[in-house]
């Protein structure tokens, strides 16, 4: 049973910039592909960004195209997010989320309910 850790939230005026972290415990990381969804209030959970397994292929939003950086370290067994450039609409609950099944490619028109594993989440909050 995979356990995803989500850090680096907090708060943080527009314009400026956060790492977030997903630290993996258990399973094989570095043969899923990883994703960040945000949620925020009021709206459905969104899917942000992802990276392949083998970090060949990446997705981003066009709402964060060219702002935010997803990267991972499979020896770490960690997914990052870079976050730049952050806008009062970026503030949301950041969650990252393993896909399903190994080797998976990147499909961002999945149900989000088919995600099996799932972090706690962490708050972004950017103010003006």
């Known amino acids: 049973q995979v356990q995803l850790t989500e850090s680096g939230g907090g708060l943080v005026q527009a314009g400026g910039s956060l790492r977030l972290s997903c630290a993996a415990s258990?399973?094989?990381?570095?043969?899923?592909?990883m994703y960040w969804y945000r949620q925020a209030p009021g709206k459905g959970r969104q899917s942000i960004a992802a990276?392949?397994?083998?970090?060949?292929?990446?997705y981003y939003a066009d709402s964060v195209k060219g702002r935010f950086i997803i990267s991972r370290d499979n020896a770490k067994s960690t997914v990052y997010l870079q976050m730049s450039d952050l806008k009062l609409e970026d503030t949301a609950v950041y969650y990252c989320?393993?896909?399903?099944?190994?080797?998976?490619?990147?499909?961002?028109?999945?149900?989000?309910?088919?995600?099996?594993?799932w972090g706690q989440g962490t708050q972004v909050t950017v103010s003006s």
């Open positions: 989320v393993r896909d399903t099944y190994p080797y998976g490619v990147i499909n961002v028109r999945r149900d989000p309910n088919e995600f099996g594993s």
């Open positions: 258990g399973g094989t990381f570095s043969r899923y592909t």
């Open positions: 990276i392949s397994w083998n970090s060949l292929n990446k």
